[in-house]
């Protein structure tokens, strides 16, 4: 079965349990989205590494009405050359700095927060590149929520490398020097070819899904 087609079932599930959760009243109602919970935690588990208490327990910290996560990954360039960090937490591979936003955070913030943690370098969002829906990027392995992928142009105006507890390594690479380990849950190859297409013509608007 098409891996893709069953993980919108599962997240399909797990946000009907989540939103039914905030909005019932009736006890019987919340038992009801409780067993459609665990229905969609043990497709999930069948499907992947992980347990189904452990995909429980990532679904306890979500609550009220179910909407996609929000990704932020910052695209900074110097002398032509995208700045890249090695992720300690995916076997070394190398991704665009970037995590979650968080909350009291607009997504400028947020993205300029992730590559001076991950990275060392200060940087300013200066324009908006794309904005992807993971599932439809060729990102592996899924995740278990449907995730919006922010990418900013970022200009860097200070700082220095700087290895931290999150990433091992901090490089910049030129267009024909993409390193093939990539960690490809949070950017791909294709990406990276994108955001250097938009170096190369700054009138490119920005790409959405």
């Keep these: 079965m098409n891996s893709q087609k069953w993980m919108k079932w599962v997240k399909a599930l797990q946000a009907i349990s989540q939103t039914g959760l905030h909005y019932a009243k009736d006890q019987y109602d919340k038992e009801r989205y409780r067993q459609i919970e665990q229905i969609s935690a043990e497709i999930l588990a069948a499907g992947s590494t992980l347990s189904v208490e452990e995909i429980l327990k990532m679904n306890a910290v979500e609550y009220g009405y179910a909407t996609p996560r929000v990704d932020v990954r910052g695209v900074a360039f110097r002398d ?5 960090v090695k992720e300690i ?7 665009l700095p970037g995590g979650w936003a968080d909350v009291n955070e607009t997504p ?6 992730e590559v001076l943690e991950e990275s060392g370098f200060e940087t300013r969002a200066v324009k908006v590149l794309a904005v992807y829906d993971r599932d439809n990027q060729g990102h592996v392995p899924p995740a278990p929520y449907q995730i919006y992928k922010l ?7 200070g700082g220095a490398a700087r290895p931290n507890n999150e990433a091992s390594e901090v490089a ?10 990539l960690s490809l849950g949070r950017t791909t190859g294709q990406q ?9 013509n700054p009138n490119l608007p920005a790409d959405f899904d």
Excluded at 80 to 84: A, D, F, M, N, R
Excluded at 108 to 113: E, I, L
Excluded at 192 to 200: A, D, G, P, T
């Design 80 to 84: 032509s050359k995208v700045l890249l």
């Design 89 to 95: 937490m995916d076997n070394g591979r190398w991704t």
């Design 108 to 113: 400028a913030q947020a993205v300029v927060r």
């Design 151 to 157: 990418f900013f142009l970022c200009e860097i105006t």
């Design 172 to 181: 910049f690479f030129g267009e024909n020097e993409i390193p093939l380990e």
């Design 192 to 200: 990276l070819r994108r955001f250097f297409e938009h170096l190369k």
